[in-house]
């Protein structure tokens, strides 16, 4: 059975209906006391302007009176007549003043002129003692300063009054140095406020029943004068309208009506706005889901990722740990597969990572190919970081299919922890970003913490990075060395390396190690390396049989337009192309075999030479190198630095120029430092050879006047 019954349903409705009545009633009794209060207020505010309208002008008549010549050379002079005439004549008429008192003047007497009697002074301190004290009190002190009078109000059998006092000055600056507050007379400015003003001031102010009186009158409005020292000296009482009460009285069997109909229309206008308030919650609940969702993934985005670290950075004091991760070679993914097999990359690793999420874990899509891993309320960060580095390390190696293509995935990390320290989620990020690109650039690109020399390191690539981009626009910072390649056979030279070398007028000397890295990860291995192939072909244009190899970036391969402006520099100059060769380290070759390839044949199309440099250090094949036409093979110092300790070293040597001339390649090697290393290497058939037993890296003009003349360092 429902426990709701027409019985129990009717009195809730009744129930209902009595509380909105007591509601509305309430509401509407308060709004009529409001309405009446605010009339009070409105017409308190009214004669509080309307007295102070009166002090501002009889303010004014004063000060403009007594900053007067003539007032008071007629006091200083006591000519009586005068002055009457010049000012105290003003009072006969009462219409801003109706009485004139000066202090301190015509024979040091108080002198008074009154409203019907104006043309006759009373010349008696008595009358102005009590106002006098009161005058000399409020001015104690005071210096005689032009427009310097004040107003205040007196009550008592006199009358309502209303004063303006200032001392009597001339305009003069001279004369109204040497006035002194002994000397100077004192002119009291009064207006009587009488039952007829009050009068007047009802009809401008439309109040009723306006009176005066020494207290307060029981149920009328009242506004409260102030005298000279703050104490209140009458009231001014009206009667004010209510029109709130009013209203109430016109309203109330209209409100009664409205109250009956408007509670069975609210009753359904209740119900529809129940359902569709909870469609409105569904959606914004919904629409706040969707802001922080990853549209392509379906996981946390980096709005959530936000929220949520700055929430547990600052809530908790347990440590946090932040995982940031950048897949790698995932442009090239993109570049060689499409994007929506790219994306399909992304979907795949959110869906493994998705796998580490659990109550104190966050996994967000930070956008591109950028993930981060928010551990928070950890007992010990970096152990539990640790953990999910393995976890992260498990998930991503494993192969990724997509469309019949198998993916080996792997990532750069970097991890900040926040061990019981609230910084801020954006320093916590910022860190994380750093050890990141530190591990990108890492060799074997492991996971690396953060910590103070990690960000030290990145703060002096900034001002490299930084220097570098002035000395691109001021390119005599750069310069070129060359180191000479001589014939194993003959000994003598028969071409050079040319080597960048930059010396910074900021931070020094910087190896070409350092500001070639940073350049190629800034962006500003193009243009850097058009400089410094500019700086090559303008100092061999003065040597038609030097012969250099020039060094190429993996980035400056990767643009199409590089080839085409090299060929634009080289006929600059009108230098044969067969004198420039491009030197190609072996991970350029693996990292993308095809492009390789292209950018090869275009090399020889044009005319250049081109040489595999660093060989045997990376991913040497055989196989590749039948299918890259390769006019050398430069052998990696390493092989013979360690040769010295590993036999094994000396017979890849011996087997790689073996594979390089049977391919018809001539071979370099490099690092030759004493003569028995060239020895050696002579005896496996190496063909050039480049080190310090022959030369270091040396200027043009160094290089044309020690090698191009007939030289010859033959090895027995």
């Known amino acids: 059975m429902s426990m709701y019954t027409p019985r129990k349903m009717t009195l809730m409705s009744l129930l209902s209906v009595i509380i909105f009545l007591a509601v509305v009633g309430s509401g509407v009794v308060m709004f009529s ?78 002198t008074s002129w009154t409203q019907g009697s104006a043309d006759v002074p009373v010349y008696d301190d008595s009358y102005t003692a009590g106002l006098a004290r009161t005058v000399r009190t409020m001015m104690a002190g005071r210096p005689i300063m032009p427009q310097t009078s004040f107003q205040f109000y007196t009550f008592d059998e006199g009358g ?67 005298g000279p020292d703050g104490a209140v000296v009458a009231y001014v009482n009206w009667i004010s309208a209510q029109p709130g009460s009013e209203l109430v009285r016109w309203m109330l069997p209209w409100l009664l009506l409205v109250s009956l109909v408007f509670v069975a229309v609210s009753s359904a206008i209740a119900i529809v706005a129940h359902r569709n308030a909870t469609m409105l919650l569904a959606r914004e609940e919904s629409a706040n889901r969707a802001a922080r969702t990853d549209s392509l993934t379906g996981i946390a985005n980096r709005m959530a990722f936000n929220e949520g670290l700055k929430n547990q950075s600052t809530a908790l004091r347990n440590s946090v740990a932040l995982i940031y991760l950048d897949l790698n070679n995932f442009k090239k993914i993109n570049d060689t597969f499409g994007h929506e097999v790219g994306d399909a990359v992304v979907i795949g690793v959110s869906a493994r990572l998705s796998e580490l999420s659990k109550n104190n874990t966050l996994v967000a899509r930070m956008g591109g190919d950028e993930f981060s891993v928010v551990i928070t309320n950890c007992a010990d960060a970096k152990a539990e970081a640790s953990a999910v580095l393995l976890q992260i390390e498990a998930l991503l190696e494993q192969p990724l299919i997509i469309n019949q293509n198998s993916f080996n995935l792997s990532a750069a990390i970097g991890v900040a922890i926040n061990d019981n320290i609230v910084q801020e989620p954006s320093e916590m990020l910022r860190r994380a970003d750093v050890a990141m690109y530190h591990a990108k650039r890492s060799s074997d690109q492991s996971a690396q913490f953060y910590d103070d020399g990690i960000d030290q390191t990145a703060k002096e690539d ?255």
């Open 33 to 110: 006391s409001e309405l009446d209060r605010r009339v009070v207020d409105d017409s308190t505010q009214l004669v509080s302007r309307y007295l102070n309208s009166q002090r501002e002008m009889l303010s004014a008549l004063s000060d403009d009176y007594n900053n007067w010549d003539v007032a008071y050379d007629n006091i200083r002079d006591g000519d009586m007549d005068s002055f009457y005439e010049n000012y105290a004549s003003g009072a006969e008429g009462g219409d801003v003043f109706t009485e004139l008192h000066i202090l301190n003047a015509f024979n040091h007497r108080s």
């Open 160 to 226: 309502f009054k209303l004063h303006a006092a200032s001392y009597v000055m001339p305009t003069d600056p001279i004369r109204l140095r040497t006035l002194t507050t002994t000397d100077a007379s004192v002119a009291i400015m009064t207006r009587v406020i009488d039952q007829d003003a009050l009068t007047k001031m009802g009809r401008d102010l439309l109040l009723t029943q306006v009176t005066l009186s020494a207290a307060p009158i029981a149920d009328r409005s009242y506004f409260a004068v102030l």
């Open 462 to 716: 900034f001002l490299i990075e930084r220097a570098l981009r002035a000395s691109i626009e001021m390119p005599d910072e750069l310069d070129i060395l060359f180191q000479p390649m001589v014939s194993a056979r003959t000994g003598q030279f028969v071409k050079a390396e040319a080597l960048a070398r930059w010396h910074s007028k900021t931070i020094g000397h910087v190896s070409p190690e350092i500001f070639i890295t940073i350049a190629e990860r800034s962006g500003l291995i193009g243009e850097l390396g058009q400089i410094l192939f500019e700086k090559i072909c303008s100092r061999i244009v003065e040597y038609p049989d030097l012969h250099v190899s020039v060094n190429v970036s993996p980035i400056q391969l990767q643009d199409d337009a590089y080839l085409l402006d090299m060929n634009r520099i080289v006929a600059k100059y009108d230098i044969a192309p067969s004198r420039i060769e491009f030197e190609l380290t072996e991970g350029i070759i693996v990292e993308n075999r095809q492009l390789a390839a292209v950018r090869l044949k275009l090399m020889h199309d044009m005319g250049f030479k081109t040489s595999l440099d660093d060989f045997g250090t990376g991913f040497s094949s055989i196989g590749y190198l039948r299918h890259m036409p390769f006019d050398t093979l430069k052998i990696d110092r390493s092989f013979l630095l360690e040769g010295a300790s590993e036999p094994k070293c000396l017979q890849l040597i011996k087997s790689m120029i073996i594979v390089g001339q049977s391919m018809g390649q001539s071979v370099v090697c490099e690092g030759i430092e004493t003569e028995a290393q060239a020895k050696l290497v002579k005896s496996f058939g190496c063909d050039l050879f480049q080190g310090y037993l022959f030369d270091k890296p040396i200027p043009i003009e160094v290089l044309a006047q020690k090698y191009l003349k007939n030289y010859s360092h033959k090895v027995a």
